[in-house]
């Protein structure tokens, strides 16, 4: 399985409310965010870690730099005007093989993520597993619509389902064609991209997570690391 984390955000918010350092190097119980992601990727039999940080996160960079890992990393450095172009630049990355994406901010217990790599892993009849949950923790929370199967039939920004989405995609490299045309096509937020993949007949079904947390606030770091200290 390949990973790959989306860091290139400016974490504008955490910058605002005083925190100075990126938010990819933000601590929680003692270890950075994108620290804690390396080491539950490569504890979920990790082949390889891609991850784009933007180009002002030098602090980032030279972290990164500084890793001694087990499988191969790849970083990218470049700023993007969204997450899924982000995406897009992760790409080369992340063929021949399922991958799995998350955003560096996305908390959520390592047990929990195993069982979903897993289900993922053995499921060759699916296109995409996406995290989803019923607790909402998201400023602007992306909703998800499935059926008794739990076959995702798509996606909304109004509160028309119980799952919202957690911000973790497993996919098989055959969207990524589909990825590229969307580029093409000027689409530019992941949750189109999601909503693109349900109308191009991807078969995505939803894996549910009891919880998964955002950090985008300050509060949200403590809160973060009390929800860790549960597993």
């Given at each position: 399985m390949?990973?790959?984390?989306?860091?290139a955000g400016e974490g504008s918010r955490l910058v605002e409310e005083g925190i100075s350092v990126p938010k990819p190097l933000v601590h929680l119980n003692g270890?950075?965010?994108?620290?804690r992601l390396i080491?539950?990727?490569?504890?979920?039999?990790?082949?390889?870690?891609a991850i784009i940080v933007n180009e002002y996160m030098k602090e980032v960079?030279?972290?990164?730099?500084?890793?001694q890992l087990p499988v191969p990393l790849n970083v990218i450095v470049k700023s993007t005007e969204s997450s899924m172009h982000s995406f897009y630049e992760l790409m080369p990355y992340l063929k021949e093989e399922k991958f799995c994406l998350t955003t560096v901010d996305t908390i959520f217990h390592e047990k929990e993520f195993s069982g979903y790599i897993s289900e993922f892993s053995?499921?060759?009849?699916?296109?995409?597993?996406?995290?989803?949950?019923?607790?909402?923790?998201d400023e602007k929370p992306l909703y998800v619509?499935?059926?008794?199967?739990?076959?995702?039939?798509?996606?909304?920004?109004?509160?028309?389902?119980?799952?919202?989405?957690?911000?973790?995609y497993c996919l098989s490299p055959n969207v990524l064609p589909l990825l590229q045309e969307a580029v093409e096509k000027g689409i530019s937020r992941m949750r189109n991209f999601q909503?693109?993949?349900?109308e191009a007949g991807v078969l995505l079904k939803?894996?549910?997570?009891?919880?998964?947390?955002?950090?985008?606030?300050?509060?949200?770091?403590?809160?973060a690391e009390k929800f860790i200290r549960t597993e």
């Amino acid at each position: 399985m390949k990973y790959a984390i989306i860091a290139a955000g400016e974490g504008s918010r955490l910058v605002e409310e005083g925190i100075s350092v990126p938010k990819p190097l933000v601590h929680l119980n003692g270890i950075s965010m994108i620290d804690r992601l390396i080491n539950i990727f490569v504890r979920n039999k990790a082949s390889s870690i891609a991850i784009i940080v933007n180009e002002y996160m030098k602090e980032v960079q030279i972290h990164l730099q500084s890793l001694q890992l087990p499988v191969p990393l790849n970083v990218i450095v470049k700023s993007t005007e969204s997450s899924m172009h982000s995406f897009y630049e992760l790409m080369p990355y992340l063929k021949e093989e399922k991958f799995c994406l998350t955003t560096v901010d996305t908390i959520f217990h390592e047990k929990e993520f195993s069982g979903y790599i897993s289900e993922f892993s053995r499921n060759n009849e699916i296109d995409g597993l996406m995290a989803v949950t019923d607790y909402i923790d998201d400023e602007k929370p992306l909703y998800v619509k499935t059926n008794e199967e739990m076959t995702i039939t798509g996606f909304s920004s109004e509160p028309n389902s119980k799952f919202v989405s957690g911000g973790i995609y497993c996919l098989s490299p055959n969207v990524l064609p589909l990825l590229q045309e969307a580029v093409e096509k000027g689409i530019s937020r992941m949750r189109n991209f999601q909503q693109a993949m349900v109308e191009a007949g991807v078969l995505l079904k939803a894996y549910p997570f009891d919880k998964i947390v955002d950090v985008d606030h300050v509060e949200d770091i403590n809160k973060a690391e009390k929800f860790i200290r549960t597993e």
